[in-house]
């Protein structure tokens, strides 16, 4: 195609944009304009607003509660992003290389559906159940290390400050694990199998075959899942107002959780609006720089 | 299409060994393999503990769980926590109000997604990777920073209070996602094929529905249960938009269980099954068509 | 390409459906106004106390008001609490509602001008004259939304207090007696600490730890000084030797283990729970608890006010607030008055709630009985001190984390109050 008419049929496309670009400015783009503009005052949710210009950013930068939160949003990144994306990509690989050609594909999807399981129940029930079974003298987790005679490492999870994030980082890969082993799979469905054949007929084990077949070909999953999670542990706030509500004594403490806190608790609603802001402005940034990652990464078309 | 890539459909579909394909027969399972289904079964196992402890929970009377616990199981099985928080919360209608907001996100925003993703992924319009960016705002931004804006904007178009409001806000959350992961599939879609239909004379219109989005069709699939259990699961902006009873969707009427100080456990798991199973049920659904599929394998 | 054509078609019926239902969705929205249906919002369990008195009030109310229908919509706590700025400011809001006291709740909405001001009506209906003054604190709220003000906000129909629970059935078996002062107290718990009992249950990732706490301080205090602290008469100094003699006691009694220190992480039910298995002999919580603890424990047992001290936990309980934007004050306020009548009343009392103006012989259980007097004495004599988490916004959060650290020992307990003073001083109004 030749340069014109490459650019004419490109410029073709933007009415598909129109729909989606439309319905954002009304809902996202308008509010977020609206919470950046609350932002600068002090408000309460209810009456007028009255103008403080950069003071809820003035505080904000002196909150000590608020940096260090990001402390603990770093481990937050590692049990909700890196952690459960490989270990999901090692799970869809398993399961479509290895259970769907050895045993079909019936075992692989009822696997795949116990996995992505948890991903379904509501955060609410999920922290109480685990608060159960983390419950240091009734619960099943210190029940079963008793049981197999590992008493000493029985302990109280949620309570001691030094293993209640740790405990909270295992219970939020659990409730992980499922969505990017889910887009996984179905990222492979893609992947032509006469490339596996022609591997093993070459000779190569599952983990040569991991390297050099499956990641290559699903790339694009693997950044999006990356990003995405990474965005939602950066967000997150389920589990830790489930199960420890930032505690104990605010090992736990994350920023949406801060965030939440003062949007409603304390109906401060512009220093809310100005945690919001930045928090915002933090991941757009990470955003960019992910993106512009994968597009570096990207194989463009011939 | 050619005969072997039919076949490999096939085979997909219905573990039917394919011609040429694995040369007659299931493969030989070696004890390596079988291993490793042992391990995959018993990490499905205990995936799947907690959701063992809410149904004991949900099958107790509170009198049996006061006197033994949580974790212990039930003395006599008892539907009446099941049976009184349905009738108490009018659970029928509450049923009726997510799925009609899932299942409508989930179908508008898997369009919306479509529809950005092949501008953006396949037309490669100037400067995607900034509207890609910013489209993705709809999801970086924490929901409480948006309810105050939405409820004004929402009370001046008159859309307080109704199930519209919380569907088109989804809808444009959702589709974040699907148009990022759509877009980025979709960079990597073989030109070939395109090709191929362009020099047949098809519009842009025609390439799309005709030729991307049955290839792309399993990722719709995910998409679609994706967004329905995320919208399912929803809990601050219809706490917040949807103010009668009437419109209450399952999250929010869970919360009605969670008094100030009293948490009511075996109402409160019996809330959590009845609200689990439209979810487990649209997700098994789906679970086919995420099976099924056209492989790119179809260009050879 | 059929199959292609077949999933064109099909996408495009399911985007058509989904539009059409879209359009259903739009349908159900505000709230028209009807002079013959009382909207009526609350958010207590049906089997509670407040619950089984409310829809006996509700039943009075449409037979004396023949014609018009109550309309009542069961909330959750947490909406009621998130949205009811929002919601009272909309077309939405309902004619009558419950909500809690206090300053950060019933006070803010006042103070935004959301609610209606009930004092002429209440002057009218004699109300004033059945609310014991220690009572009152938390219904009528000043110009700044403090609590103790000029202007009647709410009306409770029921009160709540602290009280130990106590499983007769364990002090028998391990020999112990039951304490009726607070050295007795501190005997009873050694001696079951002998025997390999803890003591207290207790939740340190909910309210019970700071209750524990604030108690302590309260054996050291005055009414001037719960003022101080509450309502802001003057300047509250949160390391002074109350305070300190509470967190340093609290965490003594850990390191006796009078409490679990594995009681931490902790929730309140989880708490309670145990208590009503028979696995602790006591458990100072609310009264809200009477009701279920009568129904589920097996064993025999009783309540008793915390031992030697004039002050304890407790207040008047959620009110019946009008929103400003009621169109049927006038039935809103008849509603009211029917639940404070003896008849609902009396009921509440005997439901196994704390009635605020009930006749004391209609109250047939024993238990109940001596709940509803212990309270009426304490009431009479001044010595509600409501609760730790109250002056200040989101303080609930802060109490719990405080709690939490001296239940680990991780901090001195000057430096954990100095941190709990600095967010007093930080959300004090202005």
């Known amino acids: 195609m030749t340069a014109t008419t490459w650019r004419r049929d490109r410029l073709g496309y933007l009415p598909y944009l129109v729909p989606g670009l439309a319905l954002f400015t009304g809902v996202i783009g308008v509010p977020f304009a609206m919470n950046v503009a609350v932002s600068l005052t002090e408000w309460d949710g209810v009456g007028t607003p009255a103008w403080a210009a950069l003071a809820n950013y003035r505080e904000l930068a002196g909150d000590g509660e608020f940096w260090s939160s990001f ?72 029940a079963v290390l008793g049981a197999v005679g590992l008493d000493a490492l029985a302990h109280d999870w949620l309570g001691d400050p030094a293993t209640a994030l740790w405990t909270v980082m295992v219970v939020m890969v659990w409730v992980q694990i499922g969505f990017p082993l889910v887009v996984f799979m179905s990222g492979l469905q893609r992947v032509d199998p006469s490339l596996y054949e022609a591997a093993e007929i070459d000779g190569a084990s599952w983990a040569r075959r991991f390297r050099h077949v499956t990641v290559p070909q699903i790339r694009p999953e693997i950044f999006v899942v990356l990003l995405w999670t990474t965005i939602a542990a950066l967000k997150v706030f389920g589990p830790i107002y489930v199960l420890t509500k930032g505690g104990p004594g605010g090992a736990t403490n994350v920023p949406s959780y801060y965030s939440y806190q003062n949007f409603f608790d304390k109906t401060d609603v512009g220093y809310g609006a100005a945690i919001s802001t930045v928090l915002t402005l933090i991941i757009v940034a990470l955003t960019v720089v992910f993106l512009r990652a994968q597009n570096a990464a990207e194989p463009e078309p011939s | 299409m050619t005969e072997r890539s039919a076949g490999t459909i096939a085979a997909r579909a219905g573990g039917v060994p394919a011609l040429g394909r694995r040369g ?82 989930a179908v508008l925003a898997v369009l919306l997604s479509v529809l950005n993703a092949y501008a953006l992924g396949i037309g490669r319009i100037k400067g995607r990777m900034w509207v890609l960016a910013v489209l993705l705002l709809a999801n970086t931004l924490p929901q409480e920073s948006l309810v105050y804006p939405l409820y004004y904007l929402s009370k001046q178009v008159g859309l307080y209070d109704t199930r519209l409001s919380v569907i088109i806000v989804f809808t444009v959350i959702q589709s974040a996602f699907g148009t ?58 219809p706490l917040v938009f949807l103010v009668g009873n009437d419109n209450q969707t399952v999250s929010v009427a869970l919360g009605v269980l969670q008094g100030q100080r009293l948490m009511d456990a075996t109402m409160s798991s019996a809330a959590s099954l009845l609200g689990l199973l439209p979810t487990v049920v649209f997700f098994l659904i789906f679970q086919r068509t995420l099976s099924r599929g056209l492989t790119a394998g179809a260009v050879k | 390409m059929i199959k292609a054509r077949r999933g064109a078609a099909l996408t495009a019926a399911l985007a058509a459906g989904s539009l059409a239902l879209t359009a259903l969705a739009a349908c159900g929205g505000g709230g028209e106004s009807d002079p013959n249906e009382l909207r009526l919002w609350h958010y207590e369990s049906p089997d509670s106390a407040m619950g089984v008195a409310w829809n006996q009030a509700i039943k009075e109310f ?32 309902p004619d009558v509602m419950e909500y809690n006291k206090g300053n950060a709740t019933a006070g803010l909405l006042s103070k935004q001008g959301l609610l209606e001001d009930m004092t002429a009506e209440v002057a009218k209906r004699g109300w004033d004259k059945l609310l014991a003054p220690n009572i009152q604190v938390t219904s009528k709220y000043d110009a700044r939304g403090t609590m103790g003000g000029d202007k009647w906000f709410g009306v409770p129909n029921y009160a709540e207090y602290l009280v130990v629970y106590y499983n007769k059935d364990l002090f028998e078996r391990h020999d112990v007696k039951v304490p009726t002062t607070y050295p007795e107290l501190l005997a009873a718990m050694d ?31 005055n009414p001037a ?90 207040s008047g309980g959620n009110l019946w607030v009008i929103p400003k934007g009621s169109k049927n004050k006038k039935l809103a306020y008849d509603f009211i008055d029917i639940t404070m009548k003896k008849q609902i009343q009396n009921a509440l009392g005997n439901a196994g709630g704390i009635p605020v103006a009930a006749d004391p012989q209609a109250i047939t259980d024993p238990r109940t009985k001596r709940l509803v007097e212990n309270f009426d004495s304490l009431s009479r004599n001044s010595g509600l001190a409501y609760y730790p988490d109250w002056p200040v916004p989101a303080f609930y959060d802060k109490w719990v984390a405080a709690g939490q650290k001296i239940m680990n020992g991780s901090g001195s307990p000057a430096s954990i109050l100095g941190e709990v003073q600095r967010a007093y001083d930080d959300g004090v109004p202005k």
């Open chain 3, 62 to 93: 449409e037979r004396t008001h023949p014609g018009v229908k109550v309309k009542f919509e069961e909330k959750g706590f947490e909406q009621i609490q998130k949205t009811a700025p929002m919601v009272l400011n909309s077309k939405d809001a």
């Open chain 3, 191 to 221: 001696a079951f600490v002998a025997k390999g009992v803890t003591p207290f249950a207790n939740a340190g990732a909910e309210y019970m730890a700071q209750q524990f706490i604030y108690q302590l301080a309260l054996d050291r205090a």
């Open chain 1, 71 to 142: 402390r603990n949003n770093v481990l937050v990144i590692v049990a909700m992003a890196i952690v459960p994306t490989g270990i999901g990509l090692v799970l869809a690989a398993l399961l479509t290389d290895l259970v769907d050609r050895h045993f079909g594909p019936r075992p692989a999807s009822v696997l795949r559906a116990c996995l992505y399981l948890p991903q379904v129940l509501p955060v609410v029930i999920a922290g109480v159940v685990w608060s159960w079974l983390l419950d240091p003298d009734d619960g099943a987790v210190n």
């Open chain 2, 24 to 105: 007659g027969g299931k493969r030989r399972r070696g004890p390596s393999a079988y291993a490793t289904l042992v391990a995959l079964v018993a990490l499905a196992a205990v995936m799947l503990i907690p959701f063992a402890v809410v149904l004991l929970n949900a099958v107790k009377t509170p009198e049996d769980y006061s006197a033994n616990g949580p974790l212990a199981p039930p003395e006599r099985v008892s539907f009446e926590a099941i049976t009184g928080f349905w009738e108490r919360v009018g659970f029928g209608q509450v049923l009726l109000n997510s799925a009609l907001i899932s299942g409508s996100v």
């Open chain 2, 180 to 237: 990022y992961l759509l877009s980025s599939v979709l960079g990597a879609f073989p030109r070939p094929l395109l090709e191929a239909a362009r020099i047949d004379g098809a519009g842009r219109w025609r390439v799309l529905w005709q030729v991307v989005v049955p290839v792309i069709r399993p990722t719709l699939a995910v998409l679609a249960v994706f967004f329905f259990v995320w919208t399912w699961n929803e809990f601050l902006i």
């Open chain 3, 225 to 314: 000084w719960v003022d101080a602290y509450q309502r802001y008469t003057v300047k509250a100094n949160l390391t002074d030797p109350a305070w300190t003699y509470a967190a340093t006691t609290f965490a003594d009694w850990v390191k006796k283990g009078y409490i679990a220190r594995s009681s931490v992480g902790g929730k309140a039910e989880d708490a309670g729970s145990a208590f009503m298995r028979g696995d602790y002999p006591m458990m100072f919580s609310g009264s809200w608890w009477f009701g279920r603890v009568a129904k589920t424990v097996r064993f025999d047992w009783d309540t008793f006010v915390w031992p030697g001290s004039k002050l304890t936990l407790g």
